[in-house]
């Protein structure tokens, strides 16, 4: 009974994914292209930066300690979002369909969950300030001494990688 209904969880995520698209009043495209993101982290863990390899395998599952051993609570933003859209794309070059994708097939394998989705940047900022092991990422705006910033990324940097 319980394969079945995670069948079928399963089966419906990725119809989801595969059909449902945003409407893209949250976050204009225009602002998305030029707004650098920064990844952000409670003050209390002894880490002063994170490069993009660590923080994309962070995000993607495939690391589930910061570098120090801490356990790391990864917090996303909105699934269909267009900041997760611009994070994904300055980081890794990820799109939102490839991403999803990606998170479609490690839930079938029952591998990892994907992390929780945060409804907006500013409960993302204030989850990380509560949480000592949580990570996560808001446009630069954002920002203020209550999270450690340990990356920004924004189309320079993207750039600069390739």
Known sequence: MKQTIKKISIIMIVI????WHTDGTSWSNS?????AIAVIINPDINIESLTPKEVSDIFLGRRRAFPTGEPVLVLEQ????????????LLNGMTLKRLNAYWAR????GDVQPPPIM???LAVRE???LYSNAIGY???DYIDESVRVVLVLNSKSRDNKE
């Open 138 to 140: 808001i446009p630069v």
């Open 127 to 129: 989850t990380v300030k």
């Open 119 to 121: 409804p907006d940047s």
């Open 16 to 19: 989801y994914i595969l059909f």
């Open 106 to 109: 490690l839930q079938f394998s």
């Open 78 to 89: 909105e699934w269909e979002g267009a900041i997760r859209e611009h994070f994904f794309k």
């Open 31 to 35: 602002k998305t292209d030029s707004t």
